[in-house]
């Protein structure tokens, strides 16, 4: 399978660094070679990789059998049109595209055409969210945070597009209901995009989702919490630091521990819960810092994009999950622009 990158920028740097690993482990695994518009940054990259250079797409779609799209969010239809055309299996960095209506003309070419579309939500890789999942059970409320500095690299699309749609994606694969309404507020500031956008989604089954994205911070902040029933219990996890934790409640035969009180540590933390022990009867409250593997969440990513090819199975994160969280980013937007009228 030989494999491209298309657009070198930070984000295609570091698939281009990866899939070259990729291609060393593997036997049926090529690195076909970049393509970039700016003819500086492309060459500094073949040569920094060792990696062939295309001067054109016809270039890199004649040389390849799938692809990766690293460029910005305005180009993605057009490129990825371009490859899906001359038979290319793709894997998109988030958001699939601008519109609804260019992701449907790509899902249409990708059906027709038999071929794999991966959308890069790389959280749903994320280790921290791996080893806390399967925990969480069935979610009723969530609240997310997500905050950055300001980046010259990502003012073609606001902060919903840029970073609450890490978010939005992940709400979306965790609540298996429809949507009954959203509501959301925001502001531009340093863009003449929305800068900072928070939104409350509801949910048919009365799940709820508070998520809250702004590039006008100064420190790093990526954080969700899980309130859930079946089985009762609240979870935090931050991204960054890959910690996680969670409370539930239990039997006691269930405990993570035979005898947690005893354990200082764990005596401790559930002691911040008040009297809430002594009032739940049978049941117990346990807590749980899972293990984090050290895993690069990126190539994980990468390297399901390839199985499924392999398989002629669906992506982890498919086209129609990309369009659906593109969708919900839309409908956020919409409101914050019918709130911002009104107001006007």
């Known amino acids: 399978m030989r494999i491209g990158v298309a657009g070198v920028g930070k984000l295609g740097e570091f698939h281009t660094n990866l899939l070259k690993q990729i291609a060393a482990e593997s036997q049926d695994v090529e690195f076909a070679g970049v393509f970039d518009l700016n003819p500086e940054r492309l060459q500094e990259i073949g040569k920094k990789y060792g990696v062939p250079c295309f001067s054109t797409l016809e270039e890199m779609a004649a040389s390849c059998d799938a692809a990766v799209i690293a460029t910005t969010t305005s180009s993605h239809y057009a490129i990825a049109r371009q490859l899906l055309e001359a038979g290319l299996h793709l894997f998109i960095e988030k958001p699939i595209t601008a519109t609804l209506e260019e992701a449907d003309e790509l899902i249409r070419i990708e059906i027709e055409k038999g071929l794999t579309i991966q959308v890069g939500h790389i959280e749903r890789f994320n280790p921290a969210l791996l080893a806390v999942e399967p925990y969480i059970g069935e979610p009723m409320y969530i609240q997310a945070e997500r905050l950055s500095g300001f980046s010259r690299r990502v003012t073609d699309v606001s902060v919903i597009l840029d970073l609450m749609i890490h978010d939005i994606d992940l709400v979306l694969s965790l609540i298996k209901s429809d949507i009954r309404s959203i509501a959301a507020s925001g502001v531009k500031v ?155």
Request: net charge positive.
């Open 190 to 344: 340093f863009s003449n995009e929305l800068d900072m956008a928070t939104a409350r989604i509801e949910f048919e089954n009365g799940a709820i989702a508070n998520v809250t994205a702004s590039r006008l911070s100064r420190s790093k902040l990526r954080k969700m919490r899980f309130f859930s029933r079946n089985p009762k219990s609240y979870a935090s996890l931050d991204f960054t630091s890959g910690k996680s934790e969670v409370f539930r409640l239990v039997r006691p035969d269930q405990l993570s521990s035979k005898n947690p009180i005893k354990n200082f540590a764990t005596k401790k933390i559930l002691e911040q819960f008040g009297e809430i022990q002594e009032s739940l009867k049978d049941m117990a409250l346990d807590y749980v810092s899972p293990d984090v593997p050290k895993v690069n969440a990126l190539k994980v990513e990468l390297e399901q994009f390839i199985d499924a090819i392999r398989a002629g199975k669906p992506a982890k994160v498919t086209s129609m999950e990309g369009r659906r969280a593109l969708m919900v980013a839309g409908r956020i937007t919409e409101e914050i622009r019918k709130n911002t009228a009104e107001l006007d």
